[in-house]
């Protein structure tokens, strides 16, 4: 199986991406993984601090072996959204592929020296470390509010963090948020053009739901290589497992019910898959 880093150099030399898709319940994972199966596509399991406190890190770490091995589709586990350095080392210990440190609370020299931290510590591992030292505001709901608008970084200030600590990949703003609002962001793709003309690096795009496909497609161009999916799918969950209750109120059976979700899960998966590979 190829490793991540040569799937990410892939992507960028061809211009696409890869999905990385949260979960936080088992039929969510199987979603993720049909789609990947069915599209034979490498992708992304991800689960943030919450997630993973809810799901149970070794339980993430076990499940996406097992469907990895039987599946036979690259799939790869990612902590997202790590500010805790020992939870982060935890991570690696346990068998994540890819661990992400968010320094954006942080100074920036403070963000270097715990990055570094991390780098040092996962390197050992072969584990893929992403960065974020700008704050990329938002949650992963549906709102009907205004767009916080996130503070772009000065790039000269990411390209000094990308350099000193080491990191593989870094979230850029690109004035994505998380979750999906009222109104459509303003995606500056230029940002990721100007980075790559400065460093070589991963580039992330986090906050991609609630997206237009075409500004989606645009960043891909400038040479984002993974792009982050949570909130459509969480939605996708809902929407399936209310039709069904509103339909048969009655229903009590979870094997009758969480298939739907399941399913609705692999769906927006596979459109999102369609998406990053330009198709």
């Known amino acids: 199986m190829k490793t991540l880093k040569k799937i990410f150099e892939d992507a960028m030399k061809n211009k696409y991406a890869i999905g990385q898709f949260n979960f936080s319940s088992l039929e969510q994972l199987q979603g993720i993984v049909m789609a990947g199966e069915k599209t034979n596509t490498p992708l992304i399991c991800g689960t943030s601090s919450g997630e993973s406190d809810f799901f149970g890190m070794e339980e993430a770490v076990a499940c996406v072996k097992i469907m990895r091995e039987r599946s036979g589709v690259p799939i790869f586990l990612n902590l997202d959204h790590g500010k805790n350095v020992e939870k982060i080392k935890k991570a690696v210990d346990l ?73 593989d990949c870094i979230a850029l703003d690109v004035g994505s948020i998380h979750g999906v609002y009222r109104d459509n962001p303003e995606i500056k793709p230029e940002r990721v053009s100007e980075l790559l003309e400065k460093i070589s ?22 040479g984002v290589v993974k792009v982050n999916i949570n909130t459509e799918l969480r939605f996708a969950w809902k929407k399936a497992i209310e039709g069904k209750m509103k339909k048969d109120p009655t229903e009590i059976v979870p094997y009758k019910i969480l298939p739907l979700a399941r399913d609705a899960v692999c769906k927006k998966v596979i459109e999102k898959i369609t998406l990053f590979k330009g198709k």
Do not use: P
């Not at 986090?206 to 645009?218: P, Y």
């Open 201 to 222: 690096c991963f580039v992330v795009l986090h906050g991609g739901s609630g997206i237009l496909d075409e500004d989606v497609r645009k960043v891909i161009s400038s």
């Open 95 to 167: 068998g994540y592929d890819m661990v992400h440190f968010d320094g954006s609370k942080m100074s920036l020299q403070e963000s270097i020296e715990k990055a570094k931290e991390v780098v040092s510590y996962a390197k050992e591992k072969n584990v893929i470390v992403e960065g974020e030292i700008s704050e990329i505001k938002g949650s992963s709901t549906f709102s009907d509010k205004a767009i916080e608008k996130s503070d772009l970084k000065d790039i000269e200030e990411v390209v000094d963090f990308i350099k000193e600590s080491g990191i």
